[in-house]
Nanobody, 127 residues
């Protein structure tokens, strides 16, 4: 059973930073894409960032490029999302996700490409 557990969210002032973590278990972590999505109240879940199995390729939504950094530590079975220069529009529940498919993914920015999801961690940015 694949399990994903996010942590690191919280309340932060605009301009601040957070590092989110997602700990994975239940299979060989290093063989799979990992993604981060977020969902703000009243809005659809949106893609934030993704990273390939060995960390050699990363992908970002245009809205977060230059402020967010995704990384992974395969020895720790953990993927991270460093979030800098936070603004109130970043307020959302942040989810990590991973597909069933080994090594690749059909469409990294599409939620339907991911099969396993964590419970989410709340990020709230005050102005």
């Amino acid at each position: 059973q694949v399990q994903l557990v996010e942590s690191g969210g919280g309340l932060v002032q605009a301009g601040g930073s957070l590092r989110l973590s997602c700990a994975a278990s239940g299979r060989t972590f290093s063989s799979y894409f990992m993604g981060w999505f977020r969902q703000a109240p009243g809005k659809e879940r949106e893609f934030v960032a993704a990273i390939n199995w060995n960390g050699g390729s990363t992908y970002y939504a245009d809205s977060v490029k230059g402020r967010f950094t995704i990384s992974r530590d395969n020895a720790k079975n953990t993927v991270y999302l460093q979030i800098n220069s936070l603004n109130p529009e970043d307020t959302a529940v942040y989810y990590c996700a991973t597909p069933r498919r080994l090594y690749s993914i059909s469409a990294y920015s599409t939620a339907g490409s991911y099969d396993y999801w964590g419970q989410g961690t709340q990020v709230t940015v005050s102005s």
